[in-house]
């Protein structure tokens, strides 16, 4: 009976040691938001001139200093070419994010609002399914006015939402990697 007994522990603790030692990464793991110190959204008016940059940095992240805020001047009744930079400077050297967006398209969109009358902003680039991204876009400006430009990158929104691909952010879902405030003077 005794030889039972110690059989059977022997086996209970390796059963015990096999199921605690097998492999503990979980293959449904979702990709984490982007860490972003940097955003940079160059404006280029077609047809040639002087390049506007929207900047936005942060290099402390949530800590205690206010983020730093560049907002820019446009030409009334003008199109400009739009590019975004992401950057995480908390890397050295610094992580180019507009990398990883590029790849995980799919994941990511940006979304455009204003408060600049006849001002809009429309997308260029989309992913593999035929949806809007956002790191390359088109800006058009109207009348001369002031006001500003909201840029939001949302990480996994539901691109099949309502409006979505029209950039309303209203039916994205998902969550917000970055939301940064413009001043903007169209003039």
Sequence with gaps: ??????????????????????????????????????????????????????????????????????????????????????????????????????EEDDEHQFFFSTTVAGLSVGYTDQDDDGNPIGLASSLTTGAAGTGNLTVILRHEPNKDGAGVSDGDIAEAGGETDIEVTFPIDVQ
């Design 1 to 102: 009976m005794n030889h039972i007994k110690i059989f059977f522990f022997a086996m209970l603790a390796t059963s015990f040691f096999l199921t605690s030692c097998g492999d503990d990464e979980d293959p449904d793991i979702e990709n984490e938001q982007e860490v972003i110190t940097t955003l940079s959204y160059t404006l280029t008016p077609d047809g040639g001139g002087t390049a506007v940059v929207l900047n936005f940095t942060d290099l402390d992240g949530d800590g205690g200093n206010a983020p730093v805020i560049t907002g820019g001047t446009l030409a009334a009744n003008t199109t400009y070419t739009g590019s975004m930079e992401l950057l995480n400077e908390t890397e050295d050297p610094a992580e180019d994010v507009t990398v990883e967006i590029a």
